[in-house]
């Protein structure tokens, strides 16, 4: 398989493996609701899904990500050239003073690649990923999914109107559309669902005949492509029926046969059109499969995403969103109910409305998204979510979708070069860490009480982590800590024997090396 190489390729190959673990500090004031899943992260993703790998590894159903296209534009309220501060510096840091020259498509490259590594760990395994691209670096993008997911994992490239109107300007053409590259990651397992079928398409089938079974339409007997040289077939009421030229019949002696008795044949209202057979809506599939083509009527295009967008705020803040439709047509098809859909470029939160607005109709999705610009997270994504929630005028969900989200911000490092735990670290980031490790569950901070950390299924978790050199387990802490119910107990040292914790019904593991490391 071809793989494509661009400078400074060999920098971000295993840049996942060595960044820092960070911790995900709640922020109170920004949430809304008790913590029931749906999270929004401010912060750089690429370290955001680090630190959300210990509890999302292999779990979330559906990614969208909607990156800079790498237009060169910088002008819009994020850069959409790989130019904001934040990833300037950490090209500078991770590529060293060869970053000063890359061009453009390497330095694109050179950020996309790692964070793409990691969204493939995170997609369960019957999971896929959708990603809005266009013609600056769809070819890009496609060889490096290449690489990371596999060429057999490609699921299709779909094309999305964006735009109806003709720009007579242009230059070459007038560009109405944009790709969304869609991978699975395993396509062996991966299904998606079919789409309602819509009234347009019902509205086909109709019943001139009044048959008791119900509304029809109806499907030709030949069809362009088989293998029978000479047929005919003859009809009940002596009609002779021959596929056209060209043509081959498309069913066999017998069904035709079958069809007739079971008065399926249609000869038109007047009984002496060409034969064709009658299809009921009720032996229909309960849905469509979906086109590669996704019209702006069926999902939206750019301008209704404004409109949507203003409808929230008035004022218009963000310049670049996505319609709604379109990305509750990714989730609708790509997910069932009660899964996961994550977004790691969320701009505006599109994600999160789409997640929230099916849900309001049937489901408990989650979504999980990530921004990296603090005042777009702040004011734009998580405040657009705040007012999809609890309802805003002209909204088809006027009342609000009901809901709620937990604002999440990066905290400090959590180890440093060698593995050790950072002495900046708090005891709550640390007895998190161990929590979600351990259970693979989110802990209520507030149910902490040091060194408790929680309990899940019968056993007691705690950590032992005050002072240098005083996080010992010793005889007389183990005693108070014991109980009938398993006790698993994190500290530096352990004076209490193997015998006695056995009987103490303690575990006991040594901090930093028995904790699990992502
Ligand atoms: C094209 S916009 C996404 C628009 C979004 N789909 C919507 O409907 O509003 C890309 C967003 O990704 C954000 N972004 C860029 N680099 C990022 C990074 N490394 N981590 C997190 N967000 C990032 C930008 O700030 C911008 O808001």
Redesign the pocket.
């Known amino acids: 398989m071809p793989v494509l190489n661009w400078i400074a390729k060999d920098k971000v190959i295993n840049h996942d493996k060595d960044l820092p673990f960070r911790v995900l500090k709640p922020n109170k004031k920004l949430s809304i609701g008790n913590n029931d899943g749906n999270l929004i992260i401010q912060g ?3 370290e955001a899904l680090k630190s959300l790998m210990p509890f999302y590894y292999n779990k979330v159903k559906c990614i969208y990500i ?3 296209y790498n237009t060169g534009n910088d002008k819009w309220i ?1 850069s959409d050239r790989v130019n ?1 501060p934040q ?1 300037k510096s950490w090209l500078n840091k991770v590529v060293g003073a060869e970053g000063e020259d890359l061009c453009r498509h390497d330095k694109w490259l050179c ?1 996309m690649y790692p ?1 793409l590594k990691l969204l493939r760990d995170l997609l369960k395994q019957d999971g896929a990923i959708f990603v809005s691209i266009d013609d600056n670096e769809q070819h890009n993008l496609r060889m490096v999914m290449d690489e990371l997911f596999g060429e057999k994992n490609f699921v299709s490239n779909i094309i999305w109107q964006k735009k109806y109107t003709q720009s007579n300007d242009a230059k070459h053409f007038s560009n109405t559309h944009d790709f969304v590259v869609v991978y699975a990651k395993n396509k062996d397992l991966f299904k998606l669902n079919l789409l309602n079928r819509t009234g347009a398409q019902n509205a086909r089938y109709l019943n001139p005949d009044n048959d008791p079974r119900g509304v029809w339409m109806t499907q030709p007997l030949h069809a362009k492509s088989g293998n029978s040289k000479s047929f005919e077939y003859t009809f009940r009421n002596g009609r002779k029926w021959v596929p056209p030229n060209g043509t081959f019949p498309r069913f066999s002696i017998e069904s035709l046969k079958k069809a007739e008795e079971e008065n399926r044949i249609w000869f038109g209202a007047a009984g002496t059109a060409v034969p064709r057979l009658k299809k009921y809506l009720s032996d229909m599939k309960e849905g469509v499969i979906s086109k590669t083509i996704w019209l702006y009527d069926e999902v939206g295009s750019n301008d209704d ?1 404004r409109r949507q967008l203003k409808a929230i705020f008035p004022e218009n803040p ?1 310049d ?3 319609p709604v439709g379109l990305i509750k047509r990714i989730v609708e098809i790509a997910s069932g109910e009660d899964d996961i859909v994550l977004d ?8 999160g409305q789409a997640v929230l607005e099916l849900n309001k109709v049937s489901g408990n999705r989650k979504f999980v998204l ?4 603090k005042n ?1 997270a702040e004011d734009i994504t998580s405040e657009r979510l705040r007012r999809v929630i609890s309802g805003y005028k002209g909204s088809e969900f006027d009342t609000g979708t009901g809901g709620s989200f937990e604002y999440l911000d990066l905290n400090g490092e959590l180890f440093d070069s060698n593995g050790f735990i950072n002495p900046k670290a708090e005891y709550e980031d640390l007895a998190s860490y161990i929590f979600y490790t351990e259970t693979n569950s989110y802990v209520d901070l507030k149910g902490i009480r040091n060194p408790f950390i929680g309990s899940v299924k019968d056993i007691n978790y705690y950590l032992i982590f005050n002072d240098q050199d005083k996080n010992i387990l010793d005889e007389k802490v183990a005693k108070s800590l014991a109980s009938d119910e398993q006790s698993i107990i994190y500290a530096d040292k352990c004076l209490v024997d193997d015998e006695q914790l056995g009987e103490l019904n303690i575990i006991f593991k040594q901090i930093p090396y028995e904790l699990k490391k992502y």
Not at 344 to 351: L, N, R, V, W, Y
Not at 370 to 373: D, I, K, N, P, T
Request: a negative charge; proline letters at 10%.
């Open positions: 750089d993703n690429l909607d990156p800079p994020y904001a990833i950020m964070r995403a963000f670049t969103p996505k790691s470029f969320a701009g505006s939160g599109t994600t990530v921004e990296l610009e777009i």
